[in-house]
T-cell receptor
Framework: AQSVTQPDIHITVSEGASLELRCNYS??????LFWYVQSPGQGLQLLLK??????LVQGIKGFEAEFKRSQSSFNLRKPSVHWSDAAEYFC????????????FGTGTRLQVTL | DSGVTQTPKHLITATGQRVTLRCSPR?????VYWYQQSLDQGLQFLIQ???????AKGNILERFSAQQFPDLHSELNLSSLELGDSALYFC?????????????FGNGTRLTVT
């Protein structure tokens, strides 16, 4: 069965600083990988996705993620964080190599200090 | 706005009761998914429907059931409620199952069982 690990429960960064959120997955074949963001009281919004091809994927709001098969990782990055980026971030893997039945990590809560 | 509509936003009920959560998918999406988000279990996939038919089941309790109607809206029925059922229930939709199109989530229904 597939699984996702987000080792950082909570991260605090200063506005303008760079950000990297870690995500490790376990899956037997090429995974479908996603990053979602959840603001308080809101649903999950898709930031970016990886299905195949270029291992560096660009998403919305200036985020990017890099798929590294050798490390089973799909870390999310942003070069300069804005205060509005404060939210919870979830990494997910698609079950059975599809985008259905996502398995989510436990999330990383991002706090941004001014 | 994801285009997925969930009602009600909040629901407070007592143990042993039964509730129904409703979801309208994005226009054009045929597949509906239900997820449960709780503090101890995180985000868990419950069940998926495609064009009115059950497509996949996850960690859904026997006390819970769902259906998708001809107009593609879906309902999640929770019965014999227990305190541990208190959670945020998300509906998501996609164009079709197993496609590379990702899930779009509603804002959720917060269920509190007292």
């Amino acid at each position: 069965a597939q699984s996702v690990t987000q080792p950082d429960i909570h991260i605090t960064v200063s506005e303008g600083a760079s950000l990297e959120l870690r995500c490790n997955y376990s899956y037997g074949a090429t995974p479908y990988l996603f990053w979602y963001v959840q603001s308080p009281g809101q649903g999950l919004q898709l930031l970016l996705k990886y299905f195949s091809g270029d291992t560096l994927v660009q998403g919305i709001k200036g985020f990017e993620a890099e798929f590294k098969r050798s490390q089973s990782s799909f870390n999310l990055r942003k070069p300069s964080v804005h205060w509005s980026d404060a939210a919870e971030y979830f990494c997910a893997v698609g079950a059975g190599g599809t985008a259905s039945k996502l398995t989510f990590g436990t999330g990383t809560r991002l706090q941004v200090t001014l | 706005d994801s285009g997925v509509t969930q009602t009600p936003k909040h629901l407070i009920t007592a143990t042993g009761q039964r509730v129904t959560l409703r979801c309208s998918p994005r226009s054009g999406d045929l597949s509906v998914y239900w997820y449960q988000q709780s503090l101890d279990q995180g985000l868990q996939f419950l069940i998926q429907y495609y064009n009115g038919e059950e497509r996949a089941k996850g960690n859904i309790l026997e006390r819970f059931s769902a259906q998708q109607f001809p107009d593609l809206h879906s309902e999640l029925n929770l019965s014999s409620l227990e305190l541990g059922d208190s959670a945020l229930y998300f509906c998501a939709s996609s164009v079709a199952p197993g496609e590379s199109s990702p899930l779009h989530f509603g804002n959720g229904t917060r269920l509190t069982v007292t």
